[in-house]
């Protein structure tokens, strides 16, 4: 890439100058996604002079392993210094965005996605063949994704997913139906790696497994959480107990196998569906916790699977009263389900911890003194953040979040970063529980909001300088491994110039 007058275009015109901070980081992120645009702009402009060249021949040529779009691959190629399948990609994406997906494809153009997004809206939409069907699915796709604010990766497949499954269900039935079980080894020495392909109930049931074996330790044990897991699997797979390598005679975690099988019984994972959707009536797509968006047939499948407990949310229930008459703090069950569910995941963008893995945040804080002048245990004022999210907000220096109910009743979250940036999203389930927005308050305006105990900040265990040092000391450590191996080989070839010992 040898064009240097980038350098020279006014970022100031585009608004991506001025202080460093969320606010030029978006800016530019939209500029990313304008050039991607433009290059497959470029491409159709391209497809489009070669068909013209071709005139009446253009038929003839269709069956021609060097075609049309094979040339076209090639100017792709040498202008990205790309392989020619990936050249052919971008030739097969600016396709998509001319004929099935023109209205999504503008979303780039406008900043509003980035290419990722743009590929998996592609993708998510792939069964779709009718053509009434892509447009409507295109069109619905386009306009929700610009309204919602704050697009991030899973926002788009969220959306594709669930306006395909509500407008040709039964292309996303095909992709369910043509995602065969299995499991895979990879053959990698450095990487080994086991990989379990099945429903999504299943997965999301054995992923909780695993989490709840991993959990049996002591916090002497000193495996990271992923090792920690790893091995559970494994054990499990393998037949072998799993246990904390704290190495005391005293530690504190030995679950006998009736605990562990009393914990397993324990484990839940979360469906949001409409009532229409389990009784047939409707289309009407559903949400998995932590995995997005599932069709009808999807949701009825797992609604009848045995095991299965399906518990009807009350809103009027939440209406007369969002939190415990014995603790005012706490929502009640129904209450918690109903901001679990229209939320989907974590309020911050971008993150996707699943609203079941998260804490349920009092945006406005409570104030445990006078419960009545602090922020509400209210659908107004109550969403899920990850832990992290959620001590950020708390104890990290500038970030303010806020939660809005608009005049029709859709909810809103408000994140303002340190540097003053704001970004506004809609609840990412409003379409699953639109009438929690129409509940009105039966509080008043927070006046005095709770107070947040600086000496209560938890810690980590290592600094972040720990952390790095660790890290490079791991690194140092399998270089000089290598090195090692490196010199020992050279060594064994030097020695097989020698007679061998034998
Ligand atoms: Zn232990
Ligand atoms: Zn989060
Ligand atoms: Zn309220």
Partial sequence: MTNTRW????????????????AVIEALASGESFLAWRRLVVIIEMLAAGMAALGADAGDCARRMIDLEANIAGEVAVGMRV?????????????????????????????????????????????????DAIAAVDAAIAQELREIGGVSYGDASNVARRMVAEFDADALRERRRAHSKGVTVSNDVDDATLTIAASVEEIALASKAIDARAARVCKNDSRSCGARRADAALAALTGNKFGCDCGSDNCAVRATDSEIAEEFAKIVVHVIAHESTLNGDSSKAAWFDGFGVIDAHHAREIASRPGTLIRPLDLDAVADCPFQLGNHYRPTAGTDVAMRGVH????????????????????????????????????????????????????????IDDQVVDANGVIWTELTTPSGHTVR????????????????????????????????EPERKRTRTQAKHAQRMQIRSQRRYAMACAKAAATAQYDSAEPPPF
């Avoid at 999504?104 to 900043?111: I, P, V, Y």
């Fill in 7 to 22: 350098n020279e275009v006014n970022l100031d015109e585009v608004g991506a100058t001025g202080p460093a901070g969320a």
């Fill in 83 to 131: 392989a020619r399948s990936t050249a052919e990609r971008h030739v097969a994406l600016a396709v998509e965005a001319r004929d099935r997906l023109p209205q999504s494809a503008r979303l780039l153009r406008d900043g509003v996605i980035s290419l990722p997004c743009f590929r998996e809206i592609v993708l998510q939409t792939t069964g779709v063949t009718d053509g």
């Fill in 344 to 399: 989907g995941t974590c309020v911050f963008p971008g993150c996707k911890r699943p609203a079941w893995g998260c804490d349920l945040d009092h945006v406005c804080e409570y104030n445990h003194e006078d419960p009545a002048a602090g922020g509400a245990t209210c659908q107004c004022n109550l969403n899920p953040k990850c832990r992290f999210h959620h001590l950020l907000k708390t104890y990290g220096e500038g970030w």
């Fill in 425 to 456: 999203s809609r609840a990412r389930n409003q379409w699953l529980l639109p009438q929690l927005g129409l509940i009105p308050c039966k509080h008043g305006r927070p006046v005095a909001p709770g107070v947040i105990d600086a000496a209560t």
